[in-house]
């Protein structure tokens, strides 16, 4: 199902961590930001389309993990884009023999097993380093280039909708996850973003919640005093770990704790 967040802007939510695929109407056609991530969603987001009446014309991954990276035949052969160190990870995992192998097996952990189609992951087309546009006939997207949490992540500002989407950051639900870049590059991704958060009305990560206007700010200091907290070694006061995590949710604790002994 589709949820409209803005004028030409939708939003279809996975069962699994709130992954969101967003969908953005052109002039010709629509870009799909990071679509997923089971069989029967892409099935759905397929129908969703199809009764808008818009081929899909690109695609985008905001970063180079698995549940962003995602595809379906029915989509088409169009460029995915990604940023060139997004595309540039992508290819060199999946250099490696097995590397979509390691992937089901991390799956088998999750509820949706078996259930991801893997056989068009990762083919990103990586624009030219330091693009801060996605080449395509529609609104006009900004490129928010930085190193936290995944090589090459991009946020992206749709200027004239006032949409900020995230990418695996500005999460209601889960904490900032520094699997790569330390806290330094985390604390300089959200300066970057900070920059163009006053233009958003909208924001939208890739698991969690929309927000609204305020939102993107919020979320911004939020995770922003998550990270201060991991790097002074404080106990961060977070809604999102503890006893206010929203239910289902608390295994983002978990996450936390790894973090705190590694930081
Ligand atoms: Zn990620």
Same mark, same amino acid.
């Given at each position: 199902?589709?949820?409209?967040?803005?004028?030409?802007? /939708?939003?279809?939510? @996975?069962? %699994?961590?709130?992954?969101? *695929?967003?969908?953005?109407?052109?002039?010709?056609?629509?870009? !799909?930001?990071?679509?997923?991530?089971? #069989?029967?969603?892409?099935?759905?987001?397929?129908?969703?389309? $199809?009764? !808008?009446?818009?081929?899909?014309? +690109?695609?985008?991954?905001?970063?180079?993990?698995?549940?962003?990276?995602? /595809?379906?035949? &029915?989509?088409?052969?169009?460029?995915?884009?990604?940023?060139? &160190?997004?595309? $540039?990870?992508? =290819?060199?995992?999946?250099?490696?023999?097995?590397?979509?192998?390691?992937?089901?097996?991390?799956? !088998?952990? *999750?509820?949706?097993?078996?259930?991801?189609?893997?056989?068009?992951?990762?083919?990103?087309?990586?624009?030219?380093?330091?693009? *801060?546009?996605?080449? /395509?006939?529609?609104? +006009?997207?900004?490129?928010?280039?930085?190193?936290?949490?995944?090589?090459?992540?991009?946020?992206?500002?749709?200027?004239?909708?006032?949409? !900020?989407?995230?990418?695996?950051?500005?999460?209601?639900?889960?904490?900032?996850?520094?699997? @790569?870049?330390?806290?330094?590059?985390?604390?300089?991704?959200?300066?970057?973003? =900070?920059?163009?958060?006053?233009?958003?009305?909208?924001?939208?990560?890739?698991?969690? @919640?929309?927000?609204?206007?305020?939102?993107? &700010?919020?979320?911004?200091?939020?995770? &922003?005093?998550?990270?201060?907290?991991?790097?002074?070694?404080?106990?961060?006061?977070?809604?999102?770990?503890?006893? @206010?995590?929203?239910?289902?949710?608390?295994?983002?604790?978990?996450?936390?704790?790894?973090?705190? #002994?590694? %930081?």
């Amino acid at each position: 199902m589709l949820t409209q967040a803005a004028e030409g802007v /939708w939003v279809h939510e @996975s069962v %699994f961590v709130q992954t969101n *695929t967003i969908v953005v109407r052109g002039d010709g056609g629509v870009l !799909l930001v990071d679509p997923g991530l089971t #069989r029967a969603e892409l099935d759905c987001l397929a129908g969703d389309l $199809a009764e !808008l009446g818009q081929p899909v014309v +690109a695609g985008f991954s905001t970063h180079p993990h698995w549940d962003h990276v995602l /595809w379906d035949a &029915r989509f088409g052969d169009v460029p995915r884009y990604g940023t060139a &160190r997004c595309a $540039a990870a992508m =290819e060199e995992e999946l250099s490696h023999a097995g590397a979509k192998d390691d992937i089901a097996d991390h799956l !088998l952990e *999750t509820e949706i097993a078996g259930q991801v189609p893997l056989d068009l992951l990762g083919l990103v087309t990586g624009l030219p380093p330091g693009a *801060t546009r996605i080449p /395509w006939d529609g609104p +006009a997207v900004r490129i928010v280039e930085h190193q936290a949490h995944a090589p090459g992540h991009a946020a992206l500002l749709i200027e004239d909708r006032g949409v !900020l989407i995230a990418g695996d950051m500005l999460s209601d639900v889960l904490i900032p996850m520094l699997e @790569s870049g330390g806290v330094a590059d985390y604390l300089a991704a959200l300066d970057l973003i =900070e920059d163009v958060a006053g233009q958003a009305g909208v924001v939208i990560p890739g698991h969690g @919640s929309v927000g609204g206007p305020g939102q993107a &700010r919020e979320r911004i200091d939020l995770d &922003r005093a998550y990270v201060l907290a991991l790097r002074d070694g404080r106990a961060p006061a977070d809604p999102r770990i503890g006893p @206010s995590a929203k239910p289902g949710w608390e295994w983002v604790g978990d996450v936390h704790e790894g973090q705190f #002994r590694q %930081f």
